[in-house]
C-alpha cells in the first residue's frame, strides 16, 4: 500500500520520462488534454506503463472519468489492494 | 475535358459494380459468414476461413471491373506482404483500396472504422472476420498488438479515413505506435490513382474523364531497431513523423 505521495513522485517521475515534460508543470491540477498534452493515444502508454510498475491488471474503463493528475492520483489509490 | 475510353458504358458500369458489391457483402455477411460460423467451432479456423472467403470476394471485385476494363491497376512487391506479424501501413486516397489490399493479402487482419460493425451491410462480415474497430483507442491499441504477437499480418491506414484531394495527407499516431509495440515488421504501401476517382469529397458517378489507374507500390521494410531504446511515447512520436515524411513525399496528393 503506497501513500499518496508516493504515488504522485511516481505518476510524475513516469510523466517526465514517457513525455520528456518540464517538472514543474507536473502538477496534481494539470489537466492531461489541455496542460500536459497527452491524448487517447498517449494514456494508453501511460497506463500500461503504471499498470506495470504497480504490478495491478487495471480496465480501461476504471480511467474513463480522470481529466486531471490528481484524479489519476486517487483512481490508483483506489485501485490498490486494501 | 473530354470524356474518352467509352465514359457513359463506364459510367453505367460503375454504378453496376457498387450494387452488386453491396449485395455480396450483404450476402456474404448475412448467409455465407454465419454458415461458417455453424460449421467452424474453432475461433481460429472460422476467423480464417471468413477471411478467406471475404478476400476471394475482394478479389473478384478487383478482377471483375479490370477485366471489364472500367479500371486498370498494378500492384508492385505484392509479394513481399502477408508475413507473420507483419503490419501493413498504407496510405488511403480512394475508396476501394482495401480491397486491393485484403483481395491479394486475404490472410490479414485490418483496423476497420468502429461504424461498421454497426452498419447493418458489413457488420456480419467485419465480426466474422475478426477485424479490429477502430474505437475506442485502448482497445483498439491492445487489439492490433495481440494480433500482431499472434503472428497475424495486420493492415492499418494511418489516415484514418480517405484524404481530401488537394489538402494535405494527415496521419493518427496510433500506426506507429502499434509498430513500435508489437510489430515484427512494418512495411509502407504506397497507393496512387490518376485520374484521382472514388475520393473522399467525391459521389461515386463523378467518374473521370478517362479510365483511372491504381498503382499500388509496396516499400522497404521500415527497421524498427532505430526507434527502439528510448520510451514508447517519445519513439513512436519519431517514427510518426518518419512515416509521415515518408507518405507525404511519395504520394502527391492532388485535386
Known amino acids: 500500500m503506497k501513500s499518496r505521495e508516493e504515488i504522485f513522485q511516481t505518476v510524475r517521475t513516469a510523466l517526465i520520462e ?36 504497480f504490478d495491478r491488471r487495471v480496465s480501461p474503463r476504471d480511467f474513463r472519468s480522470v481529466r486531471t493528475v490528481q484524479d489519476l492520483i486517487d483512481t490508483i489509490e483506489r485501485l490498490q489492494p486494501q | 475535358m473530354k470524356r474518352t475510353d467509352f ?5 453505367v458500369g460503375t454504378g453496376l459494380w457498387f450494387l452488386v458489391f453491396g449485395l455480396v457483402t450483404f450476402v456474404l455477411g448475412f448467409m455465407v459468414l454465419p454458415l461458417i460460423r455453424l460449421v467452424t467451432p474453432n475461433r481460429q479456423r472460422r476467423m480464417l476461413r471468413s477471411r478467406a472467403v471475404l478476400g476471394a470476394g475482394m478479389r473478384s471485385f478487383i478482377h471483375g ?15 513481399k506482404l502477408g508475413r507473420p506479424g507483419q503490419l501493413i501501413v498504407a496510405n488511403h486516397p480512394t475508396l476501394i483500396d482495401v480491397c486491393f489490399l485484403l483481395g491479394f493479402v486475404p490472410t490479414a487482419s485490418c483496423i476497420v472504422k468502429a461504424g461498421h460493425f454497426r452498419n447493418l451491410i458489413t457488420r456480419g462480415a467485419v465480426i466474422g472476420a475478426a477485424y479490429i474497430p477502430n474505437a475506442p483507442t485502448e482497445e483498439m491499441i491492445h487489439a492490433a498488438e495481440a494480433a500482431l504477437q499472434a503472428g497475424e499480418t495486420l493492415l492499418m491506414f494511418p489516415e484514418g479515413t480517405r484524404t481530401v484531394p488537394g489538402r494535405p495527407l494527415t496521419m493518427q499516431r496510433g500506426a506507429a505506435n502499434v509498430a513500435l509495440r508489437a510489430a515484427r515488421v512494418l512495411t509502407p504501401v504506397y497507393i496512387s490513382c490518376e485520374p484521382s476517382t472514388l475520393s473522399k469529397n467525391l459521389p461515386w458517378y463523378r467518374i473521370p474523364p478517362s479510365r483511372p489507374k491504381w498503382t499500388l507500390r509496396v516499400g522497404d521494410d521500415i527497421d524498427l531497431a ?23 513525399g511519395a504520394t502527391q496528393v492532388r485535386d
Open chain 1, 18 to 53: 514517457l513525455f520528456e515534460l518540464e517538472a514543474p508543470i507536473v502538477v496534481p491540477e494539470a489537466r492531461f488534454d489541455d496542460d500536459l498534452e497527452i491524448d487517447s493515444i498517449d494514456a494508453v502508454d501511460l497506463i500500461d506503463h503504471l499498470s506495470r510498475i
Open chain 2, 7 to 11: 465514359y457513359w458504358l463506364r459510367l
Open chain 2, 65 to 79: 471491373v479490370s477485366d471489364l476494363r472500367f479500371i486498370e491497376y498494378e500492384f508492385i512487391g505484392r509479394e
Open chain 2, 226 to 248: 532505430a526507434y527502439r531504446g528510448v520510451p514508447l511515447p517519445i519513439a513512436s512520436r519519431r517514427l510518426h513523423s518518419d512515416l509521415a515524411g515518408l507518405f507525404g
